[in-house]
C-alpha cells in the first residue's frame, strides 16, 4: 500500500516522478478528488505531498486516518488549514528561503518594466511601429525612486536590498520595526503610502493579511504611485486597485497574482498601465528544483522519523 498520496494538478511530470520514485504513492489532481480514494487506500496514507492553492481543510484532512504531515510545495501555505492540522496532530511543512532571491528578481523586474514601459516598447518593436512612428514616449527614471516594501519578511528583506542597489529611498512596514541600514519604519501602511512612489507588496497570505493594501492605502499612494504585488491576491483590495487604475487615481501595477487565478478579472487585461505576470515568481528552473527537494526532504525525515526539515507547526 502507498504512504503518499501527490496532491496537486499543477506538479510537473518530473516533479511526481521524483516524488513517485522515492515512494510508492497514489496521485490526485486535487483536494476535491480525495473522497473519490477508496478507504483501505486513504488509511495507508502516512504523507501528502501537495502543490496548490486550492484549499485543502480538515474535511480534506479527515479522509486520512493516519495522516502525519503535509508537505506543501510553496513558501505560502495560505491554502492549507494549518489549524485543522495541529488540531488533528498532522504536521505541516512549507518551502521557505530557496525561493527568495527569484521573488525579489521578479518584484524587481516588474518594477522596471512598469516605469520604463517595457510592453509598450516591445509592442512598438514587433508591430514595426518604431519605423513609422520613431521613439515611444519619455518613461519613468527607476535609480532613486522612493519604495515602500510592504513586510519585511525573508523575501521583503532580499526585495529591500535590491532597491538599496538602485540608490531607492527605502521604507517599509512590518509586525515590528528591525534592525535596517538607515530605512525608515512606519507602523502605519496609510502614513507609508503618503511617503512613497511605490509600494511593493511582500505580506504572507491568509485571513490575517486580506485587503492589508486597501482603498485608503491606495488613495494615499496617489496618482504617481506604482503598487508591485509579488504576495497574494488576498493581500490588496482587488476591486479598489482596479477602479483606481482605470480611473488614473495611481499611476500603474505590476502583478504576479491575483485573485481567482489563473481566471483573473478581465478588467486588468484591458488596462495599459499594468505588468501582469501569471504567478511565476519562484519559477525558474533551479528554484522549482530546490523546492522540489525540499518538500521530498520533509516528506523523507516525517517517514523515517527524524525531524522536520522546515516545520510551519
Ligand atoms: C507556488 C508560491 O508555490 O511559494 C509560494 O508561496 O506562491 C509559489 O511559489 C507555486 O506557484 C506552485 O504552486
Redo the contacts with the bound molecule.
Sequence with gaps: MSELLIC?A?FKEDERARLANAYPSVFVGGPSEMADLDEPTRAAIKAIAY???APFGGAEMDHFPNLGVIA???????AIDVEAASARGVKVT??PNV?NDD?ADLAIGMLIAQFRTFYRGETHVRSGAWADQGEIPLNRKVTGTSVGIVGLGRIGREIADRCAAFKMDIHYTSRSEKETPGWTYHADPVEMARAVDVLIVALV?GKETENHVSKAVIDALGPRGVIVNIS?GTTVDEAALLDALEQGRIAGAALD?FLNEPRIDPRFAKLDNVVLQP?????SVE??RA?AELQLENIANFLSGKALVTPVN
Design positions: 496537486g499543477n502543490k496548490g492553492h506543501n510545495y510553496g513558501v505560502g501555505y495560505d512549507n518551502t525561493l521573488v497570505g497574494r497574482v504567478h511565476q515568481g519562484s519559477g528554484t522549482r523546492m
